[in-house]
């Protein structure tokens, strides 16, 4: 396993920012860690780069305790904070060189870090002239110059433009292939496009551990339906396949149903037969965003 978590818990004075956090990611894996604002995920973030220490519980990196071995977790791990801390005043390259400095990295691996995050084009530029999309690759550049094992990025993506966007999400594919990626987003577009699995958490608690295959497997779906008067929930449920029955405000009923068959025509009829009027019907199979509403909202 490239990170183990067992029952980690932060408590930040009276407020617990994670309860009992247990998960593990294998070599290799891309992970998002999805969540809304003020989930926790920063902080888990921290806890396994070693900024932060958890008040319980056990975090490991490459089998190194991030409490006993912070420099072996150190030397795992490539970080890119939240706010990716820059010298806009530093040339690119004399930026990296710095930090290759710092790290003891050698020029030839410089020259490596540049080509792979494509900034070579931008490499003799000041660091305060490039544009967002550019200035995260210099930061992944810097997480990547000692050639860590696990990258973790915390919300890499954010403020970029939809083209810069589905740029760094190529990078991060690509730079996936060789290192194991555990990425913080609130954009669920992006741990589709780019993870192999999901980690939800919400107000510090793990409440999803899935593979997206699973997900784009499921066959359950969702049909939203709104009719003209009150039904009684008990008798949605006597649909076939049905999993659950929510209202939704006023006459709408959001209706799951555990089979891939159309439900559609069952639900119309249903109206029919019961005299409502079927105002609209929609269907949505479940996926990640159904998933994240159920359970954080
Ligand atoms: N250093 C700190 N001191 C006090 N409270 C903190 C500190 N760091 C985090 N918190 C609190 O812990 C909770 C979790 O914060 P965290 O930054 O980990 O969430 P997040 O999921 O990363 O949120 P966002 O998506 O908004 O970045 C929040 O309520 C936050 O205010």
């Given amino acids: 396993m490239s990170i183990t ?11 617990k920012a994670l309860n009992q956090i247990s998960f593990s990611v294998k070599k290799g894996e891309i992970v998002g860690f999805l969540g809304p604002n003020g989930a926790g995920k920063s902080t888990m973030m921290r806890i396994l780069t070693t900024y932060y220490k958890a008040d319980e519980g056990e975090a490991k990196v490459n089998g190194h305790d991030v409490l006993t071995s912070a420099r072996a977790v150190q030397k795992s ?7 990716n801390p820059l010298y806009l005043e530093m040339f690119v390259k004399e930026y990296l060189e710095y930090n290759a400095s710092v790290y003891k990295v050698s020029k030839s691996r410089i020259s490596e870090v540049i080509e792979q995050t494509g900034l070579t084009p931008e490499a003799n530029k ?3 002239q490039l544009s967002k999309g550019y200035r995260q690759r210099v930061g992944l550049a810097t ?14 993506t954010t403020g970029l433009d939809p083209n810069q966007l589905i740029e760094i999400r190529k990078l991060i594919r690509e730079i996936g292939k060789e290192k194991t990626i555990l990425l913080s987003t609130h954009i669920m577009k992006e741990v589709e496009a780019v993870c192999d699995r999901v980690i939800i958490i919400n107000k510090g608690e793990l409440v999803a551990d899935k593979p997206l295959e699973e997900l784009r497997e499921t066959e359950e779906q969702i ?7 009150r039904v009684e929930e008990v008798l949605l449920n006597q649909l076939p ?17 555990n089979t891939s068959k159309d439900m559609r025509p069952e639900v119309f009829d249903f109206a029919h037969d019961n005299q409502l009027k079927t105002l609209q019907l929609s269907r949505k199979n479940k ?4 998933l ?6």
Avoid: C, M, R
């Fill in 5 to 15: 978590v067992t029952n980690i818990t932060k408590t930040f004075g009276a407020q």
């Fill in 77 to 83: 791990i490539g970080y890119l904070p939240e706010h």
């Fill in 126 to 128: 000041k660091i305060g």
């Fill in 143 to 156: 997480a990547l110059l000692h050639d860590p094992e696990v990258l973790i990025l915390d919300e890499p």
């Fill in 223 to 229: 049909i939203e339906v709104e009719f003209d008067y």
């Fill in 241 to 257: 396949h049905v999993s659950k029955v929510k209202n939704t405000g006023g006459f709408i009923y959001e209706i799951s149903f």
């Fill in 287 to 290: 996926n990640l965003e159904s």
């Fill in 292 to 297: 994240f509403a159920e359970l954080t909202s």
